[in-house]
């Protein structure tokens, strides 16, 4: 019975297992990616990982534990110098597991088991994904998902209000100018109207005076016709 034994031994006595997890390890050092059984990828996560976390510092101490598990110094050199320091910044899980399906012999479940930060594919839809995301909290998060909504809709509405405040800015700009416009046509006929008044001012005097002079001629020709009748009165007391 295997109860609180968290060992999975692979079918395999210690020393057998641990030459096996030691070159599976140094092969994913130095090839950054191998494909293997389920079992043996989680196995081996708990092996390399420790061994990743302590190639951070670079000393004679912790390069010689890590060749105690490893036993390559190909691999060793190749985790101290570039590995630990593309891992630098990484608190941890460094290892991604990925099921691939099943072996075709035994039915066995098969993955990948690859280190993370050399996989640049999925780094860049990481970055998206996050560059998409929102945190929210547990107390009032609908409250301020709706919030968020209605921030996002006021400032949909007052952009384009000042778009058609704009617009009508402009038209009424326009109005202006051909007002404007309009006015300088209308001062030239403005002029003329003057002008033909005064010309009407003008010739008033001048109907004037010839009405006068009708006006007297008539009046004389009264006169002439009083004193002819006059003349023709004395005459006739005469006969």
Do not use: W
Request: positive net charge; glycine residues 6%; charged residues 40%.
């Amino acid at each position: 019975m295997r109860h609180r034994n968290k060992i999975n031994s692979l079918g395999r006595k210690a020393a057998h297992r641990k030459e096996t997890l030691s070159s599976m390890a140094c092969a994913l050092i130095l090839h950054k990616r191998i494909n293997t059984t389920v079992a043996k990828a989680k196995a081996l996560r708990v092996y390399v990982e420790p061994l990743i976390t302590r190639s951070k510092v670079d000393s004679t101490h912790s390069r010689r534990m890590v060749f105690s598990y490893l036993k390559n110094k190909h691999a060793v050199s190749e985790l101290f110098r570039e590995v630990a320091q593309k891992v630098a910044d990484r608190p941890g899980g460094y290892t991604r597991i990925l099921k691939t399906g099943f072996r075709k012999g035994d039915a066995a479940e098969m993955c990948f088991i690859e280190l993370v930060d050399y996989n640049t594919a999925m780094l860049s839809t990481e970055e998206e994904t996050q560059q998409k995301r929102t945190r929210r909290g547990r107390r009032g998060g609908k409250k301020s998902t709706q919030a968020q909504v209605k921030e996002q809709k006021g400032e949909e509405t007052t952009a384009p209000e000042t778009a058609t405040a704009e617009k009508e800015e402009q038209p009424a700009a326009e109005v202006k100018e051909t007002k404007t416009e309009n006015n300088k046509e209308e001062t030239p006929a403005a002029e003329k109207a003057e002008e033909k008044t005064e010309e009407t001012k003008e010739d008033k005097p001048a109907a004037e005076t010839k009405e006068d002079s009708k006006k007297e001629e008539g009046k004389q020709k009264d006169a002439g016709n009083e004193e002819e009748k006059g003349s023709d009165e004395p005459e006739k007391a005469d006969k």
